[in-house]
């Protein structure tokens, strides 16, 4: 393809784009073949214009970057956001992509609300897939990336490839990282969602603001000219709900609000029943009944954004409801790993900030008579601020605490520990390694009993170290879950003779 037609899609004027032909795109220098465009970029840890001359000798026939950058036998496409106009570029090049493409942004629920609308999409007989924290979902599977947002370039290879596979729906996380970072931009986006906000991430964006401005980039930027934007708006007043939907409208888009305050899928009650919960919903002057098979009120709210934006994308009103009836777990998400031989059910749950916590603990609340014990920890090298706040949510809302190590990376894991101490209760116990906190926490459980293993929910590692000292540790809550059950139950039984 040539670079000149490229620029034309994006809209760029570049001087010398005539005749060059473009083979790919790569952000890694060592990716870089004959034809490649680079793109160079400066970033928190390295500074990717040091590789220019690695990739030129590779075969770049372009780079991507600043207007200071030393570009030296390829063609310097300068600009002063070089990551919106790498992205920009990618778009022309990836083709097709799928026909309808919904994001997701927000704190918390971002997973399980992509994913839940991949789910409608596909009962409602459409070829649909989710990319976020779980990876690629598709019809016929899923593969695991490793990032909430991927990179552009791995990003736009994957939209082509599921377009080529014959999807046509397509939800996807909208990370404040990858908003940031423009590595979302280029498609049309025919819808966005807000699910809330709440602090996370201040290790990166420093401050409430600058994080809620990245998260807002979705409205601001991305989602197409006269789209739509589907936003919760819960029981409670919320200031930065209320200015999501401020953004929405300032540039143009069809407000769609969800919730008990929503004035497009209104929550009229919630009623929680054994193994999930029934909805009651208002929707275009009629009200529905819906039995929802998940517990917790932010599964509700999860299912309910996911309905307008199979709603908001043509999907036919009955056949979307009668799809919230039939939703699956999200792996990791409130996802109840097995019940012990005592009969205490062990739930295992993403969440790893304050507000995502309470609502995790809140959600168990009302399938017990008994206790809950919650076991978590905190993430290393990310936002220390947050973890006092933890301590304090788990052990007000739980009857007993376990805190534990999570991803301690470059820090030291009791000083974490430690710091989560600090803001709980009497009710806590320190026990640092992870497999001996989960063994203690389903051992001493009785039936009247919910053990609630939060933080890295769908992970299959745990990240000791950082830089070239880091190591990833083979480990999942859930497997771990079933391993020490078991162990317990052998131990109490004796050998069989």
């Known amino acids: 393809m040539k670079l000149e037609v490229l620029t034309e899609r994006a809209g760029l004027s570049v001087a010398?784009?005539?005749?060059?032909?473009v083979t790919g795109f790569a952000i890694d220098h060592r990716k870089v073949a004959p034809g490649t465009v680079f793109g160079a970029f400066r970033g928190t840890k390295f500074n990717a214009e040091d590789f220019i001359p690695a990739a030129i000798e590779a075969g770049?026939?372009?780079?991507?970057?600043?207007?200071?950058?030393?570009?030296?036998?390829?063609?310097?496409?300068?600009?002063?956001?070089?990551?919106?106009?790498?992205?920009?570029?990618?778009?022309?090049?990836?083709?097709?992509?799928?026909?309808?493409?919904?994001?997701?942004?927000?704190?918390?629920?971002?997973?399980?609300?992509?994913?839940?609308?991949?789910?409608?999409?596909?009962?409602?007989?459409?070829?649909?897939?989710?990319?976020?924290?779980?990876?690629?979902?598709?019809?016929?599977?899923?593969?695991?990336?490793?990032?909430?947002?991927?990179?552009?370039?791995?990003?736009?290879?994957?939209?082509?490839?599921?377009?080529?596979?014959?999807?046509?729906?397509?939800?996807?996380?909208?990370?404040?990282?990858?908003?940031?970072?423009?590595?979302?931009?280029?498609?049309?986006?025919?819808?966005?969602?807000?699910?809330n906000f709440s602090r996370d991430h201040l290790d990166y964006h420093e401050t409430m603001e600058e994080y809620f401005a990245a998260k807002m980039r979705l409205f601001d930027e991305v989602v197409e000219d006269g789209g739509d934007a589907i936003i919760w708006n819960g029981g409670e007043e919320c200031?930065?709900?209320?200015?999501?939907?401020?953004?929405?409208?300032?540039?143009?888009?069809?407000?769609?609000?969800?919730?008990?305050?929503?004035?497009?899928?209104?929550?009229?009650?919630?009623?929680?029943?054994?193994?999930?919960?029934?909805?009651?919903?208002?929707?275009?002057?009629?009200?529905?009944?819906v039995k929802l098979p998940l517990i917790g009120a932010y599964q509700a709210a999860n299912a309910l954004v996911s309905a307008g934006l199979a709603l908001s994308t043509g999907m036919e009103p009955s056949q979307v409801f009668d799809a919230i009836g039939r939703l699956q777990p999200v792996r990791g998400r409130l996802e109840r790993a097995l019940i012990t031989a005592d009969g205490a059910p062990v739930y295992i749950d993403y969440a790893h900030t304050p507000d995502a916590l309470e609502a995790a603990i809140i959600a168990l609340r009302p399938h017990t008579k008994g206790r809950i014990v919650t076991v978590f920890g905190a993430g290393g090298d990310r936002d220390k601020g947050k973890r006092a706040k933890m301590g304090e949510v788990a052990s007000r809302l739980s009857d007993?605490?376990?805190?534990?190590?999570?991803?301690?990376?470059?820090?030291?894991?009791?000083?974490?520990?430690?710091?989560?101490?600090?803001?709980?209760?009497?009710?806590?116990?320190?026990?640092?390694?992870?497999?001996?906190?989960?063994?203690?926490?389903?051992?001493?459980?009785?039936?009247?009993?919910?053990?609630?293993?939060?933080?890295?929910?769908?992970?299959?590692?745990?990240?000791?170290?950082?830089?070239?000292?880091?190591?990833?540790?083979?480990?999942?809550?859930?497997?771990?879950a079933h391993e020490e059950s078991g162990r317990l139950v052998k131990e109490s039984w004796g050998p069989i003779t």
């Open 60 to 195: 770049a026939v372009a780079v991507v970057a600043s207007p200071e950058a030393s570009v030296e036998g390829a063609l310097h496409i300068a600009s002063e956001e070089p990551r919106r106009t790498f992205a920009q570029l990618a778009a022309g090049f990836f083709t097709p992509v799928p026909e309808t493409v919904v994001a997701v942004t927000g704190t918390n629920g971002k997973t399980s609300t992509a994913e839940m609308t991949r789910q409608i999409w596909r009962m409602c007989g459409e070829r649909a897939a989710s990319i976020g924290t779980l990876g690629v979902t598709t019809p016929d599977g899923s593969i695991s990336t490793g990032l909430t947002t991927p990179d552009i370039v791995t990003f736009m290879n994957n939209m082509s490839g599921l377009a080529l596979e014959g999807v046509t729906h397509v939800a996807y996380e909208a990370s404040s990282h990858g908003l940031s970072q423009f590595r979302n931009e280029g498609l049309r986006v025919k819808a966005g969602a807000f699910t």
């Open 16 to 21: 010398g784009a005539s005749g060059v032909s």
């Open 239 to 289: 200031e930065w709900t209320r200015r999501a939907i401020e953004h929405a409208k300032a540039r143009g888009l069809r407000v769609l609000t969800v919730g008990e305050r929503g004035d497009f899928l209104r929550l009229a009650a919630r009623d929680a029943t054994q193994l999930g919960q029934t909805l009651t919903v208002e929707f275009e002057g009629s009200t529905r009944t």
């Open 400 to 480: 007993w605490i376990i805190v534990t190590d999570d991803n301690p990376r470059g820090e030291d894991p009791a000083v974490i520990r430690q710091e989560i101490i600090a803001g709980a209760g009497d009710n806590v116990t320190e026990i640092g390694d992870r497999r001996e906190a989960i063994a203690h926490a389903i051992e001493y459980a009785t039936e009247d009993t919910i053990v609630l293993i939060a933080g890295k929910g769908h992970e299959e590692g745990q990240i000791i170290g950082s830089g070239e000292n880091m190591r990833v540790l083979p480990f999942n809550d859930v497997t771990v």
